[in-house]
């Protein structure tokens, strides 16, 4: 089967079985090894994508359900310039990574929260960033998003817990 869909701004057409998982063909077909895999099975969010705008766990999403439509990985997230993404950018600063495996699908989780919620409140990332990080550095995950959107981090006694 051939699927043709857009992946960060450039058409590509994936070759293969059309229930062969998203993350695969990201990762071996165009080797964009940004994007991970963690559990397989949708529920830690280490292999998070957007698909037409909106996050989706790429490890349970058939290639034969993305035909036409647009794809962003971690590596789509930087300006044509070659600019960090603000999300990005606000990690770094918060020096959010521990082991860094989960990183790319927590940012990418991050933007889509973004740009759904415009300024999340620290209980709204809380509650909807829902990707596992096995180090547990949620506190710094919330730091940095609310200082993507320009907010100071507010001081909160509950860590967000990264619930699936």
Not at 84 to 106: E, F, K, M, N, R
Request: proline share 6%.
């Amino acid at each position: 089967m051939t699927v043709e869909l857009m992946v960060n701004g450039h058409a590509t057409r994936f070759e293969g079985e059309s229930d062969t998982p998203l993350l695969w063909a990201i990762r071996e077909q165009l080797g964009l090894t940004g994007t991970k895999f963690g559990c397989g099975i949708a529920a830690c969010g280490a292999c998070t994508v957007h698909i037409d705008g909106q996050p989706a766990r790429s490890c349970s999403v058939p290639i034969g359900e993305v035909a036409g439509k647009a794809v962003t990985t971690i590596e789509g997230l930087k300006s044509p310039e070659g600019a960090l993404h603000p999300v990005q950018q606000a990690w770094i600063d918060a020096q959010v990574p521990q082991c860094g495996y989960c990183q790319s699908g927590q940012i990418m989780a991050a933007v889509a929260l973004i740009a759904k919620a415009g300024k999340p409140t620290a209980a709204q990332v809380d509650e909807a960033m829902t990707n596992i990080c096995r180090c547990g550095t949620y506190p710094r995950i919330r730091a940095a998003i609310l200082a993507a959107t320009g907010q100071a981090a507010e001081a909160s006694p509950q860590p967000a817990t990264g619930a699936a």
